[in-house]
């Protein structure tokens, strides 16, 4: 049960994870859910995410599928200075437009290198696809970029969260999803019933039913998401009534 | 610099991760990285991961397009009892199958809970999609399966990964990717051209940079993968030369 369906007024994003690190596992991705949640805060939501290797065909195949589709795209990864860093040029190719020297990107860039350092390689951090508008950091100076509805971020967590920084005042705003989790010492299946009903009772709002194990047992997470903030809590407490009338007891987690 | 081309004959995978939770920044995923890791004892490539919400329609038609591009698919999550696990209709759905009650996942399920608690929806976790074969898990019982090149398995990473041991034997095996790690005192763009007309020079391997901060400065990592280990060694002890001619230290990083 997914909170709100594509045809809904409500701006949505997709996240494109570029590089073979996260492939082979050698990297674990922490930039999905944080993004997610900087986004949430502006009332969007994640509807997909895609993570591709570092081939231009695959980059350009995805982000033009997903940038027909949202309203946002952020992508991570592959800006950088060395031969594995093709994400600017995939973009380049995917909107059909040059690669160019960007004059404030090399301004920015050249005042951090000793003279004679600024090679060519790092020049590559200056170039960006026409009509785009530069994204700053704070962290490392070298720019991301905007080009149309996609937003072409770094792929270290600590300069992507800087960029977004920069990216959220452009950015449409949503109605805010409200959330109310309630824990339970319980296994899922025991209460899968009443929550069944419970969600078909409000479709406006989505129950997401998250179990985990512990010593003390089964412990299971009920999520309930909504943009209708009296919704959710009706919704919450027709649950820990269940929940009561089964004789569970229940918290809600704050947070 | 992707190490395998799409026409390899090595077997390729994708990972399909299904579920609100990831999307919505609440639940951090792990399992693709370690699905990733498992594959590679096998010399199976994830070349792909597509994350989607809990709507059956997305969930058909990633699968779909996943399962005729590449040798195998993995899916996790929403293989549980509630009325938010639709994973087993969506891959009956996307198969064009009918989901029945599968008598050996029943025989497995029942003996697990007190009589009259094997309700409706915990027989939901014995549907299984015609002509599937069950995925055993030592951790729940409950079973995930396997139907054609396509593998669904539990969400929870203790789950997920005790059904991998199962799907292991069934794999068919390609050629281990050797992998060398280079660690460095610098910032990669220095070291940008060296390690261009090092990778030209050696296409059948892939070099990745991946640059990190540190109080000390910044590090980069160099990471050399490929099939031929002599080919992934000789590459490596070029770029040790031409950090060594840089006058910069660098360490091999074990594991």
New interface residues.
Partial sequence: ???TPNTSNEPSAAVLLI????????????N??????FL?AYGI???????????EA?IVAALNTLRARYTYVFTTGGI??????ITTDAVGRAFGVAVHYHPEALALLEPRYKPG?F????R??ARIPEGASLIHNSVSVAPGFQIGNVFVLAG?P?IMRAMLEDVGPRLSRGTLVTTATIAAHVG???I??A??EI??ARPSV????????SEAGPIVHL?V?GRDPEGVEITARAIEEALARDGITSTRVVG
Same sequence: chains 1, 2.
Avoid at 119 to 122: F, L, S, V
């Fill in positions: 049960m997914t909170l590089g073979d690190e996260l492939l082979s596992g050698r990297t674990q991705d922490t999905l859910a944080y993004t997610a949640k949430s939501d994640v509807r997909e995410a895609r993570i591709v290797p570092d081939l695959e950088g200075p060395t031969h594995d860093d350092e090679n060519t390689m790092r590559r951090m270290i600590m899922e299946g025991r899968a019933t929550l069944s969600q078909n989505a129950i997401g039913s998250y179990p985990m194990f999520v998401r």
